[in-house]
């Protein structure tokens, strides 16, 4: 029922409107509205703190449906639980009580680890903190933060200490109106152009001592990582569901477009792409509920994820890129959504960990455990 709830949602008030959103770079509040209201959003908060308290499993199924739909709307909807993650894994009640319940209220939310010289390489964040009295002082760049315009507050990664790597960083809750707090320009994409991206610049912003994450000093890191696990999941869903509306697409059109007398369907060499097509999606689909029901579980995630993230990303951009292929010339304009699914695509190989740090994830996973 809710995946069925979902499909619905992604069918009326998703791609009748995705390719304006797309040509317009239109930040699509009314469809996030109406998913907001219908209970499809922040699926994992915990009822005692206003959300739903659906399982990460239930949470990937709803996102699949949002990819599916157009894959810059899901990811818009998705920064959001991104930056809840962190709180939610090492927050005091107190946090959770303020911060989820504001998200559950309907506001927005986005994550700040990201910098112009620190991307893949978390550790070289060089956002710093410093403590000055009851208050932490909050100065330096984030780069490419989905939904910064529109956020009610951010979680931000910053460095308290002066020794280098993940022993210094702590995380913040910093509301967006703080004095101080400068939001960038609206980043010009290649896809996902209703997803809006942006820098942040923070100028001595003042937060109080309470809105470090947990009270703790130097536990950032950890709380960054375990976003990061409980987030993959949920792009990999982005993608499988963003992979399954460009088979679809194409599907229909090679039983629609016709050569040498016959609907192109039935030319072996579209049908086999097509074949595999659903393969790939069916086994990233399965990689990605893995993920998912091991998170439910209270397992160690961390390998689960990243195969899942990985193999989701790359397929995604090998479906959709076979898609305008089946489009042909078609497929190279705008006139059909082929084009447009295949440059939202390519955003999973990079953000969330891009397909070579998943890569090196599974390779160290691996290596601990077989040594």
Known sequence: MLRDLARDFADEEIMPYAAQWEKEGEFPQAAIRKAHDLGLLNCTIPEKYGGAGMSFLDEVIVNEEFGRGDPGFSTITGVTMLACHPVLY???????????????????????????????????????????????????????????????????????????????LSGFIVDADSPGVEIGKKEDKMGQRCSDTRGITFTDVRVPKENLVGLKENNGWMDAMVAFDRSRPMLASH?????????????????????FGKPIFEHQ???????????????ARLLTY???????????????????????????????????????????????????????AKIYQIFGGSSQIQRMIISREIQSRLS
């Not at 680890?113 to 760049?141: C, K």
């Not at 697409?249 to 050569?259: D, G, I, L, P, Q």
């Not at 959709?320 to 497929?331: E, L, M, N, R």
Request: hydrophobic fraction near 35%.
């Open 239 to 259: 993608a499988v569901g963003n992979a399954r509306g460009a088979m679809e697409e194409a599907w229909k059109y090679a039983n629609e477009r016709e050569t």
């Open 90 to 168: 090492g927050g005091t009640e107190e946090q959770k009580n303020e911060y989820l319940r504001r998200v559950c209220d309907g506001k927005y939310a986005s994550y700040c680890v990201t910098e112009p010289a620190a991307g893949s390489d978390v550790q070289g964040i060089r956002t710093s903190a410093v403590l000055d009295g009851d208050e932490y002082i909050i100065n330096g760049s984030k780069m490419w933060i989905g939904g910064a315009r529109y956020a009610d507050w951010f979680f931000v990664l910053a460095r308290t200490g002066t020794e280098n790597g993940y022993k210094s």
């Open 290 to 344: 893995q993920a998912a029901a091991a998170i439910d579980n209270g397992e160690e995630v961390t390998l689960k994820a990243a195969h899942a993230k990985r193999f989701a990303a790359d397929i995604g951009m090998e479906v959709t890129t076979d898609a305008v292929q089946i489009f042909g010339g078609y497929g190279y304009s705008e006139e059909y959504p082929a084009a447009r699914r295949m440059r939202g």
């Open 269 to 283: 060499s579209i049908s086999f792409m097509l074949a595999d097509m659903s393969t790939k999606i069916e086994a």
